[in-house]
């Protein structure tokens, strides 16, 4: 008749593949989605502008090397994939607990008295001894799965916060290149209108000394010369502060930041259809990590119940032991045995009870986050559709404006060297055109920092899909 332990060991498999699993089941949260976005009602037929590869939505060759500099150097990218590794590994461990624990320890007395203990086969302190221990618990209750759930759970939400991360920075890139290119613009413009404003102070004091206007009117211009001087100090400064951030993002100390198309000639897709807002809750790196936490969060409620239950392991310890080390190996210095050990909570039964409270409550506060993280996207998208609506038409308003005032510029020029309007005509028109196309340059560069901003709500700006495809399989292997 085969022994209780050999009973064990054949039935403890069974035990755990008919066992069950505490806790609920993680399912995804009801979320009501519309059939479009609101700013993009016209467009929901079309395909998604984050379907577009980043390198065929940013034209410009040098802001495409800059992307890819950054992606290969950026500080946080590198700290996002090293967190990745490390939560891979801890499933590696969570996986472990499957499997027989198993140990060995060696003893060899040195110093005192032995020769009065004599117990050959049975493991002490005055013995020589090898012994190993065999621990399994079965996973009756389900506390390992949901542990290992958990952790899958983890590991998903670190590897979608690492496809956050490359988001942000092929975004940023672009949001700061195209910033440092309006600078740029702006600053050709500053330097143009300090020319004009030079000549006008010469005129100025030339008909200042010939009596034809008064000393007013020559510190007017003057002012206004002022203006245009303190204007461009100040874009130095930001264009420099702005080639100091790209330098960060590309994980490099500061330096000069090498220019490719002019602000005026970036090319951007005259539709940015947004796709539909179903789409978000599978493409949006952080609405995914939210929910994978919230898997997480889930199981770690059925963990913390399988805990409040005893634990059945099956047990056994193996080994020679004897007083005198050149009789250790003899058929009376062995010793064995195997069996069954059951551990269960007793007086902090109730501290495990409120344990399960805090998952719970955890789990609370997950499906709360990942329905936040939901609205914030939809929030993004929109903000992102009607900057870019509002942009163009802003641009081609600001166009016309400028173009106005060109004219007006003109025509004050003329009049004010033939006598016949005085110096107010002049500096009102200059001063307007200067404002006008600064703020043209501003909007210019709005437009294009919205496509970006759209394009980064949308969840677009991946890797390229080999590079991709790589990465998940290298994550994915580590733990199957």
């Known amino acids: 008749m085969p022994s209780i332990s050999l009973r064990i060991l054949v039935l403890g498999p069974l035990l755990v593949l008919a066992s069950c699993k505490f806790g609920p089941d993680y399912a995804r949260p009801d979320i009501p989605v519309s059939d479009s976005f609101r700013m993009a009602e016209a467009q929901k037929d079309m395909e998604s502008l984050a379907n577009v590869p980043w390198w065929e939505l940013y034209r410009d060759e040098e802001l495409q ?87 899958l759970g983890d590991l998903f939400a670190r590897e979608e916060n690492r496809r956050a991360v490359i988001l942000q920075i092929v975004a940023g890139v672009a949001q700061a290149y195209f910033e440092l290119r309006q600078f740029d613009l702006q600053l050709e413009i500053a330097t143009r209108t300090l020319k004009a404003w030079d000549e006008s102070v010469k005129l100025a004091r030339a008909r200042f000394r010939v009596g034809y206007i008064n000393q007013l009117d020559v510190e007017q211009f003057e002012a206004e010369q002022a203006n245009a001087a303190a204007r461009i100090a100040e874009l130095k400064r930001q264009m420099v502060q702005k080639e100091n951030e790209i330098s960060v ?117 997950a499906i709360a986050q990942y329905e936040q993280t939901i609205l914030i996207a939809f929030r993004e998208v929109e903000d992102a559709l009607v900057a870019v609506t509002t942009a163009v038409e802003q641009t081609a308003a600001q166009e016309r404006q400028v173009k106005a005032l060109q004219t007006a510029l003109r025509l004050a020029n003329l009049r004010y060297t033939g006598g016949i309007a005085n110096y107010l005509d002049v500096l009102i028109a200059q001063r307007s055109l200067f404002d006008a196309e600064l703020s043209l340059a501003s909007t210019r560069r709005l437009h294009l920092v919205s496509v970006v901003q759209l394009y980064k709500a949308l969840g677009g700006g991946w890797l390229p899909a080999p590079a991709m495809e790589t990465t998940e399989k290298q994550s994915v292997s580590r733990v199957e």
């Open 249 to 365: 993002l590309l994980g490099r100390n500061p330096t000069r930041i090498t220019r490719g198309r002019a602000l005026t000639d970036q090319v951007m897709p005259p539709i940015v259809p947004a796709g539909l807002p179903s789409d978000l809750l599978q493409r949006r790196p952080d609405v995914v990590q939210a929910e994978q936490q919230l898997a997480a969060a889930t199981a770690r409620i059925g963990q913390s119940k399988a805990d409040r239950f005893p634990k059945l392991s099956i047990t056994g310890i193996l080994g020679i032991a004897s007083p005198q080390l050149n009789h250790l190996v003899a058929n009376e210095t062995f010793f064995g045995v195997a069996g069954a050990s059951v551990a269960g909570p007793l007086f902090n039964a109730q501290v495990l009870g409120f344990q399960q409270e805090a998952s719970e409550a955890q789990t609370g506060q």
């Open 65 to 151: 090397r800059l992307i890819r500099m950054a992606l290969e150097q950026n500080k946080d990218l590198k700290r996002a994939v090293a967190t990745v590794d490390e939560f891979a590994a801890r499933v590696l461990v969570a996986k472990t607990d499957f499997a027989p624990q198993m140990n060995a320890t060696v003893n060899a007395p040195g110093f005192g008295n032995t020769r009065n203990v004599a117990f050959p086969g049975f493991p002490n302190p005055f013995n020589y001894y090898i012994q190993g221990n065999l621990a399994w618990e079965l996973d009756i209750w389900g506390r390992i799965r949901r542990s290992n759930e958990a952790a």
